[in-house]
T-cell receptor
């Protein structure tokens, strides 16, 4: 049981490039979320999904797209990378939302130059 | 992290007790959580408390909940250098106007530094 797997672990992008951060979970969790972690800012919610085919915005969605075509996968796309998107990105899943433990991936450290 | 507030740093001596405080906003939260993040890793659930409880003890950890003041604290007894990490308070907040879609919302995290 791998839990939540994120790839890649590290990435350097040039300004304007696009890329997709991958997230997969094998626990049959309905809810999945993407957060970014910046020093002094804690974890801020980017996008989330409450099931396959359903996504919604969090607090900081600009510059990111998501889709949820399967229960297992929840990729995060950076459309045109900017230095302000330099951060550590975490994917998390919960069984069905309320009052359940969130399981986190190991994070993707992204640097945009 | 606007809905959940924590102080950013706490420094303690090894062997002392640590107390990390948190205030939250959603009075409908049924569970409140403490997560721990070690360097270079994701967050892991440390402990949680059900909202109808005032206190929960789990080995060296004691969670106190003051629901009236929406205040949550985590006490670590006999703090060790291995406890050095970032500790996040979290609640699940409904993201839907009709209710449901509860997504964990985290505070900014408290960096606990344990020195000899």
């Amino acid at each position: 049981n791998a839990g939540v797997t994120q790839t890649p672990k590290f990435q350097v992008l040039k300004t304007g490039q696009s890329m997709t951060l991958q997230c997969a979970q094998d626990m049959n969790h309905e809810y999945m979320s993407w957060y970014r972690q910046d020093p002094g800012m804690g974890l801020r919610l980017i996008h989330y999904s409450v099931g396959a085919g359903i996504t919604d915005q969090g607090e900081v969605p600009n510059g990111y797209n998501v889709s949820r075509s399967t229960t297992e996968d929840f990729p995060l796309r950076l459309l045109s990378a900017a230095p302000s998107q330099t951060s550590v990105y975490f994917c998390a899943s919960t069984l069905d939302g309320r009052d359940t433990e969130a399981f986190f991936g190991q994070g993707t450290r992204l640097t945009v130059v | 992290g606007e809905d959940v507030e924590q102080s950013l740093f706490l420094s303690v001596r090894e062997g002392d007790s640590s107390v990390i405080n948190c205030t939250y906003t959603d009075s409908s939260s049924t569970y409140l959580y403490w997560y721990k993040q070690e360097p270079g890793a994701g967050l892991q659930l440390l402990t949680y408390i059900f909202s109808n409880m005032d206190m929960k003890q789990d080995q060296r950890l004691t969670v106190l909940l003051n629901k009236k003041d929406k205040h949550l604290s985590l006490r670590i007894a006999d703090t060790q250098t291995g406890d050095s990490a970032i500790y996040f308070c979290a609640e699940s907040i409904s993201r839907s106007a009709s209710g449901g879609s509860y997504i964990p919302t985290f505070g900014r995290g408290t960096s606990l530094i344990v020195h000899p």
